[in-house]
């Protein structure tokens, strides 16, 4: 079983960068689908970035061009580099990992995009 914990939120100005990092524990994760959700205020969590264990990489259209995911198994880490950071991107962002289609999650970082 994996234990994710994340790190790198804060708040930003608009066009600003952001990269956040999960540390992944209890498990390698090279078997596992890594990712990263968002769940904005009164809204539903909703997909950011998909890394699967073949290396393909899969975005929500609202971040494509702007966010990059990467993953690193033999650190057991996935990251999150955020670029021209808009307002709508304001929202908790969890890590995910999924094995066997059992998903795990992290508690969560909040990012504030705002002027």
């Known amino acids: 079983q994996v234990q994710l914990v994340e790190s790198g939120g804060g708040l930003v100005q608009p066009g600003g960068s952001l990269r956040l990092s999960c540390a992944a524990s209890?498990?390698?994760?090279?078997?596992?689908?890594m990712g990263w959700f968002r769940q904005a205020p009164g809204k539903q969590r909703e997909l950011v970035a998909i890394a699967s264990t073949n290396g393909n990489l899969n975005y929500a259209d609202s971040v494509k061009g702007r966010f990059t995911i990467s993953r690193d198994n033999a650190k057991g880490t996935v990251s999150l580099q955020m670029n021209i950071l808009k307002p709508e991107d304001t929202a908790i962002y969890y890590c995910?990992?999924?094995?066997?289609?059992?998903?795990?999650w992290g508690q969560g970082t909040q990012v504030t995009v705002s002027s």
């Open positions: 995910y990992a999924s094995y066997l289609t059992r998903p795990y």
């Open positions: 209890g498990s390698s994760i090279s078997r596992y689908v």
